[in-house]
């Protein structure tokens, strides 16, 4: 986030110093709040703990050349309203709060969270702490926005499951070899700017043409975030300059590129880049801007990127199919996990056993990390993949209903032009969308 603060000001400079000046205060509150959830004996394990060590340590281990230090240079340098002697000075006030702020107070959130290393009494999830699973299904409720119960949602998952592993068996029953295949695919297109240049064009069959000029910028996350940084993001643009967009990619996260076609579908087009876009362009207040329906956007996110394995015209279609399926099942398989694990009470133990049974995962190291991955973030991945399935649920609906009215550019354009909100609501809004457009499919006919 400190990288990404534009300087379109002298004025912004002299904030963005500011910020790191309060640096260390902030994570003095961290490390304050930390400490009581330690007192009222709902601290984070040993694993959680050596984690965020870990990314602190990262960040701060080679100041001398610092990308944080590089950014602002660059960033300087570009503001023409500066001399070179206000440039340098401010590239100097900027290494001083760098060492004086910055540092310390990394180094700070490293001591304190070393003295209460062993303070955690449940090496598992939420269902190990009192009142553990009403928390989760708060919570579950809040980050998803589905208004679906946790048991509810669990049929719902292993229903969808059944249904991608059954797709997946019935593809392959006359081509066995094609299993090997997958596991080799690649989409035909790497580039990044290709790729992107492709999505936005090809996606116009079915999504709304995005009518906003638009721009991006393609970055790579720097080397000492490569760890604990998700394959790309999508940085969101400025509230009052829409047209800047930031996709980053970590190379160490997205390998070879083979499967970077639908990573930024995910992040781009018809993702997060379009979605955000498209629905800031109907004018929003700026409240629905900045408040946060994870399940929504995330949900859009992997709608998305299952969507983008049915673009790929270099690509076996049948091979395609098989990876999205596949795709989608693990989506499932670590959204279970979710409910297992923070729900269900699961120990270590019970998920490497699930995880070798049901799906052949022999690699104890693999199932562990999983384990202590959900157990650090309760409910991230039902907001992705229980997001994604209610999409799947609206669009479902809306098809059975329209029958040949049906459109899925309209049902797309009904989605963004809403915007973010619970599915709740949104199923509420798709029930007038729905009588509105049988309306005008019967004034047609007539």
Not at 6 to 33: G, K, N
Not at 211 to 226: D, M
Not at 404 to 419: K, M, N, Q, Y
């Amino acid at each position: 986030l400190l990288a990404e603060y534009h300087f379109y000001s002298r004025q912004d400079v002299e904030d963005y110093l500011a910020i790191l000046s309060v640096l260390p205060d902030t994570f003095a509150q961290l490390i304050a709040f930390e400490n009581e959830k330690a007192q009222a004996g709902l601290f984070m394990c040993d694993e959680g703990v050596e984690q965020v060590i870990k990314g602190c340590q990262d960040i701060i281990s080679d100041p001398e050349n610092h990308f944080l230090t590089e950014v602002f240079a660059d960033k300087i340098n570009q503001l023409g309203e500066l001399t070179e002697e206000e440039k340098n000075q401010y590239m100097e006030r900027n290494r001083q709060m760098m060492a004086e702020a910055f540092f310390p107070a990394y180094q700070s959130l490293i001591d304190g969270m070393t003295a209460l290393k062993g303070s955690g009494i449940n090496p598992g999830g939420l269902a190990g702490f009192s009142n553990g699973r009403k928390y989760y299904e708060a919570l579950v409720k809040s980050t998803t926005g589905s208004g679906r119960s946790i048991k509810d949602m669990k049929t719902l998952l292993l229903n969808r499951l059944n249904e991608d592993l059954s797709a997946i068996n019935e593809i392959l029953k006359d081509n066995e070899s094609l299993y090997t295949q997958a596991s080799e695919f690649s989409f035909s297109l790497t580039d990044p700017e290709e790729i992107l240049a492709d999505l936005k064009q090809k996606i116009q069959t079915d999504f709304p043409v995005l009518e906003t000029e638009t721009t991006y910028t393609i970055k790579t996350v720097h080397p000492s975030l490569e760890d604990v940084m998700s394959p790309a993001l999508y940085m969101v643009a400025p509230i009052d300059r829409l047209s800047e967009n930031t996709i980053y990619i970590n190379e160490k996260q997205s390998g070879d590129n083979r499967m970077l076609y639908a990573t930024l579908a995910h992040e781009g087009y018809p993702g997060h880049l379009y979605q955000t876009v498209f629905s800031c362009a109907q004018a929003p207040c700026n409240l629905r801007r900045v408040i946060s329906f994870p399940g929504y956007s995330e949900g859009w996110g992997i709608y998305a990127e299952y969507y983008s394995y049915s673009l790929d015209a270099g690509a076996d279609s049948r091979l395609a199919q098989i990876r999205a399926h596949n795709f989608s099942a693990s989506m499932a398989i670590y959204a279970l996990l979710d409910i297992y694990i923070n729900y269900d009470n699961w120990d270590m133990e019970k998920t490497a056993a699930f995880l070798k049974e049901c799906y052949g995962v022999e690699n104890s190291a693999a199932s562990d990390a999983t384990f202590h991955m959900i157990v650090a973030e309760p409910g991230y991945y039902l907001k992705y993949y229980v997001g994604y399935l209610e999409f799947c649920q609206l669009r479902h609906r809306a098809e059975q209903k329209l029958g040949e009215a049906f459109s899925p550019v309209e049902f797309h354009r009904f989605i963004l032009e809403t915007g973010d909100c619970p599915f709740w609501l949104l199923s509420q809004y798709m029930e007038r969308w729905m009588a509105e457009t049988e309306q005008g499919a019967a004034k047609s006919d007539n």
